[in-house]
C-alpha cells in the first residue's frame, strides 16, 4: 500500500532553515518514472507546490522559492527531505508530500496527512 | 495558470447532486485537470485526472467534465462522506497550480 508521511518541526524560529521530511512506503523512489513533490498551504490561501525530484534524480523548484529550497532524497531510506532557508512568518503552512507516477494517473495520486509549521519567535 | 473555483461554498443535503466549476486563466494543456476530495486531518484524495478520468477506487457518483479553459465536477447523489473541501488543479504547464478550493457543506 502506497503510503506517505510528513514529519519535522511544529515551531520555527524566523532567519532559521526548516528541514522536512517524507517518509515513502509501498514503492520505491529508484522506480522509474516516479515522482516526489512538495505541496504547501498557508491558512486560509490555496495549494502551492513547491518542488519535486525524480526517480533519475532531476528536480525542479518554485521560481518564487528556488533560491531558498532544497530537496534531496536517501534512496537507501527511501525518504526526500525539502530544506527551505532563511524562513519568516509568510512560511507558515502546512507541508505536504505527494506522488506522481507517470505510468499511472501523471499527478499526485498520494498524499501524506501533512506537517503544520509555524514560524514565530 | 490561475484556477478560479466556485462557488467558495456550496449547501446541499444528502442525497442531492453538487456541481463545482473550474476556470483556467489559459486553456490547460491536454485537459491535464485534476479534482481532489480534501477532508481536514486526512490525506487530500486524488478524485479525478486527466480531466475526466476518475482515479483507483473512486465511485462512480464522481465525474468531471470538461475542456479548454472550463471543468466541471459533479457528484451524484451526495453521501456523509463527500462533505469536504474539493481543489481543481492542473498539471499541463509548469508551475501546477490549484484552485482555491470548494467546500460542499451539509445544508
Known amino acids: 500500500q502506497v503510503a506517505l508521511k510528513e514529519s519535522g518541526p511544529a515551531l520555527v524560529n524566523p532567519t532559521q532553515t526548516l528541514t522536512l521530511t517524507c517518509q515513502c512506503s509501498g514503492f520505491s523512489l529508484r522506480a522509474t518514472a516516479m515522482r516526489v513533490s512538495w505541496i504547501r498551504q498557508p491558512p486560509g490561501k490555496a495549494l502551492e507546490w513547491l518542488a519535486h525530484i525524480d526517480w533519475d534524480d532531476d528536480k525542479l523548484y518554485s521560481n518564487v522559492l528556488k533560491n531558498r529550497l532544497t530537496i534531496s532524497r536517501d534512496s537507501s531510506k527511501n525518504q526526500v527531505v525539502l530544506a527551505m532557508t532563511n524562513v519568516d512568518p509568510g512560511d507558515t503552512a502546512t507541508y505536504y508530500c505527494a506522488r506522481t507516477y507517470y505510468y499511472g494517473s501523471g499527478t499526485f495520486d498520494a498524499w501524506g496527512q501533512g506537517t503544520r509549521v509555524t514560524v514565530s519567535s | 495558470i490561475v484556477l478560479t473555483q466556485s462557488p467558495a461554498t456550496l449547501s446541499l443535503s444528502p442525497g442531492e447532486e453538487a456541481t463545482l466549476s473550474c476556470g483556467a486563466s489559459?486553456?490547460?494543456?491536454?485537459?491535464?485537470l485534476a479534482w481532489y476530495q480534501h477532508q481536514p486531518g486526512l490525506a487530500p484524495r486524488l478524485l479525478i485526472y486527466d480531466a475526466s478520468n476518475r482515479a483507483t477506487g473512486i465511485p462512480d457518483r464522481f465525474s468531471g467534465g470538461g475542456s479548454g479553459t472550463d471543468f466541471t465536477l459533479t457528484i451524484r447523489r451526495l453521501e456523509p462522506e463527500d462533505f469536504a473541501i474539493y481543489y481543481c488543479?492542473?498539471?499541463?504547464?509548469?508551475?501546477?497550480?490549484f484552485g482555491q478550493g470548494t467546500k460542499v457543506e451539509i445544508k
Open positions: 488543479q492542473q498539471y499541463g504547464t509548469s508551475p501546477e497550480t
Open positions: 489559459q486553456s490547460v494543456t491536454n485537459d491535464y
